[in-house]
């Protein structure tokens, strides 16, 4: 091992505290110096657990320090855009979880400082560096199944995030559905048209902020091929993870993981374990995986797997999604770019 | 067994003489007396094999016949809507292939002569006698998994039929989809808005009469659940056949059906059997399973089945997707009846 | 088609009624022209079900009978040898149900009058013909995945029949095992060793005629295989029949089927169908197609696919597999033979 | 957190730098504070990397050192025994890899002198902390579905070890099945009496030796069930690992893990994903997990959830199939203690 990257975490709740472990961990390629949160004693207490040197309460205070060479930004969705400029002016490299923002034009305000200050930038779509997604996306690559004519994705989550948290995701578009817009953009590429049709279905409080809980989408994409996604925000069985890429000579369908190999067989039937119920560990190798991918990046100087037009395109097709859902008629990605 | 009903099929084509050989093998509660096909050899070849005493050229032939009790019918779908009017009016059940016409004015008539006469009529809309679409609903009904929020219909022909049929086939929506649009009332109910997308992107030449090969949609349930569909005539590993009712407190799925259970295992990872090529064996037993249900509702003159009304809504449902296609828009349903 | 082969039965029970519905509604190529039962009025319900002209009592009238060129003999096991002679002796082919009888010496000896009489026989082991098992034994005889290492059975009843028909039966190994002794050779050839273990884990009332209820075997087989079976009288979840050939560069593997391809989702899992309950249902297809077959060897002077040496080998294993029990020893086939 | 345990690693080939990584990454409840290898570069790669501040050649150096609480043994099997006696005799607790030793009084000795010590010992039968062996044991140990009536296990390697290893290994009865052996005592208890039949049917360089490539087994337990084992060292396809309790009232499987989810289909079937190629794959979390319950055992004073009896236990039934395969006959295993 030649140089190890010096890393400081801005925000240590739920995904921040993830990400610090396994940089500590698991990626040996880089030092985690310093974390960051507004909430000092969240932030402490991870530094304790893994034994980080140094906790802070501004982030202004990891640009100022010369030895950290990136930043993971993991904070709540309303201060990406403005750290993300900041950390950019303080000639910083940028792992940013996301969606970048929910508008549009902070996102291009934040992408425009990035440019100007030539640093790496890495969005933290994860399920990118899942093996299955991977693995389906090097057989649709390698055209030995033909050509794309189907996409399918099932997503649903296992149950409500917290009403406070609702309120302020941007809706099941950008906050739920945006992994799915970045899948399709990987698997299939740029779509061109999307019509959406959702619904309150389980839980009427959403009627409050005008979102909903269940969604179904169809897109048309530029290389012609179509597209299915569902959403809902309560499986009662487990996180519910399904791709399809239906092909001219064949397919490829990457199914749900399960808790355990175990099937019990009586006379109801087979019984089969549920898939893992959370995201935290259905996606728990790519969390690393992303993050030492980002650590390569800069150590051999290359482009970054995600990068922020990713990030960016996938916002995009959330507020697509969410015009075609107000207006009720398909809605052409150009309207919104 | 107390009476056998006399029947006899017009049309014995492919599924005219699948029904036959049904009857006269599997059905001891009917019998068959009687064969007509315009392609006068070809109703022999069939009587001959089954040991059918009567063959005839024109169906008015069997009209005539006061023994015979309920006429089949399965000759080419342009035919279905006059046939029906003549045999209603010479007073015997109907037993019709779906769908009962193109045009909803030739459907309305042939139901007007039918509500008439006071015959039954049953739609030939086989997969409702599946063993596992009829437990996939039976577990919906039940309730024991809370009210449905996503259909979801994956529907993949093998492979394309001749040019000529596909020329007088209705089109994608009306001869393929024509069965979904079935499924999803008998799994959810009715339909009140649906949004298609397709495209050729397999076999160029259906360019010629403005077909598309592959198609994906959307639908909104008067109930409020969402669907998705997808469909291909083109599935180079056979027919896929597979639904899902997603629902409040859990899901039901039917899956593929497969050759064999025979699994191979080597350096390639492991081999599974393909489904059933072919509608006629992947749906086989409901072919016997809807005749003889049939022959039971005039044997205890009950209501059939499949309906009359069955049979104009998906056709209505067929048109309502080829408007979608062709506006570029969602359409409400009711435009259309 | 040229000429159809005109059969006997005898024996209209369980399963002489199966093979006679299947003769007259599956098996366009034979003419069930008489049925024989010692219970005159079981053979004359299948007879009026069937429209079966002939209806006796004794089965010698059948014998004398110069119409008909071939007898199914479906009664009792005790019976099958000293009819085999005489059906053999009358100058008959004979399809005969398994197993040919307990007593070696009994099977010797009917095998000898049907030689003598150059007659052909077919033994009724119904699971070489099944559609998945067929598969299987192509994938390993095709040499694709290498030589037979391990061979592995798992047949287990889903419950007990009556204590009347186990008295009779032979026991675990001439009754149930026998399928499982018949399918290794199919597979892989013939055994020379073979170890077995059993107990009555379920059942006590076993006890009284030493049967045993549940089973344990290894094998080796003359070219080096090696195999494993275990059975047992009572798999509540269903009629357990999994099957598979380990091989150097591979493996083939044959699971259960299930009644439906649904599974529900809930709380609590994934829910799969069970295997079909019986092996009526479970390998229906296999009834009509060794009966079939049986004809076409008729039509076409050929060899039988299973013969009186299968029929003979299969029984010969079961009284080694009783030895190895009682003496608690490894037992070389060639000590019975 | 209270305490952490000091703990020195005795042999740091492939398993001791297994235990080193997950100490040091994935168990704060404990400290790596020295590694011993006789290939002291082997040992100061893993210090190296691991940041582990001491390394020694000699493993007495590790008795002699007051802060270390816990050595785990991974160093080659013939030299646990003397080992464990020394590191008793020191009075620190002990985590041996398996086997504890080939031969049995060997093993005796080693147990007597940590029984005299009273210190802790864990061996390292990995399995047991599997999640979905786990599931299973809960399962069967429920009473749930009955009694067990049939255990059946497969357990096939991917490929051969070095022939260098396998001449030293005990043979396919002391290296591979050892892990079975185990297995069956976990779920299902003791066993009475083992049949063990044997062949080299891949790999002839093994009869230079006296080993098998390829074995199967009957065994007896004390309650009355019965199992099958079957073993091969080259399963082309990867890792098989399956697992069968059969009871009274249903049953229990733990199928094949897979690499990743994705099945492809195609014109040849549906291509799923092999299991994880290799043990290190298969089990890594259980090889966590067995530590991280080592420490917390002795942070706790509980037994440890694998015990030296335990680890003796299996090598007792390793020898009993040594000797039933020689002697070709079922061998009781008191025969053995």
Not at 79 to 102: Q, R, S
Not at 108 to 115: K, P, Q, S, Y
Not at 285 to 297: A, H, I, L, S, T
Request: glycine share 8%; net charge negative.
């Amino acid at each position: 091992m030649t140089r190890r990257i010096k890393i400081g975490v801005i925000g240590t709740g739920r995904m921040g505290s993830v990400h610090s472990r396994n940089i500590v961990r698991q990626i040996p390629e880089a030092e985690l110096v310093a974390v960051c949160d507004i909430r000092l004693e969240v932030a402490q207490a991870v530094a304790d657990e893994l034994g980080i040197p140094r906790v802070v309460y501004d982030y202004h205070d990891l640009l100022n320090d010369p030895e950290i060479e990136a930043i993971l930004i993991a904070s709540s969705t309303d201060t990406h855009a403005f750290m993300m400029k900041d950390v950019a002016a303080a000639g910083k490299h940028i792992f940013c979880e996301k969606p970048l923002a929910l508008e549009l034009d902070k996102i291009d305000e934040a992408l425009a400082a990035v440019g100007k200050a030539g640093v790496k930038l890495q969005v933290g779509f994860n399920r990118r560096f899942d093996k299955s997604y991977q693995r389906l996306h090097a057989i649709v690559e390698s055209g030995q199944i033909g050509r794309p004519c189907i996409l399918r994705i099932t997503n649903r989550d296992p149950d409500f995030p917290s009403m406070d948290f609702l309120r302020v995701s941007g809706g099941i578009f950008l906050d739920l559905a945006i992994h799915d817009f970045d899948m399709v953009r990987y698997q299939v590429g740029e779509v061109e048209e999307i019509y959406a049709m959702g619904g309150v279905l389980v839980n009427p409080e959403l009627n409050e902020f005008h979102d909903v809980d269940t969604d179904v989408m169809v897109l048309r994409f530029a290389n012609g091929t179509l597209g299915t996604i569902d959403n809902s925000r309560k499986a009662v069985y487990g996180y519910d993870q399904r791709l399809e890429v239906f092909c001219s000579n064949g397919t490829a369908m990457a199914e749900n993981e399960a808790e355990t190999t175990v099937v019990k067989g009586n006379m109801d039937g087979f019984l089969a374990a549920k898939p893992p119920y959370f995201f935290m560990q259905r996606y728990a190798p790519c969390y690393v995986e992303e993050v030492r991918q980002f650590v390569q990046c800069l150590r051999d100087d290359l482009p970054t797997p995600t990068t922020g037009e990713d990030g960016r395109a996938a916002v995009v097709l959330g507020h697509a999604a969410w015009k075609s859902l107000r207006e009720n008629r398909p809605v052409k990605i150009r309207e919104i770019c």
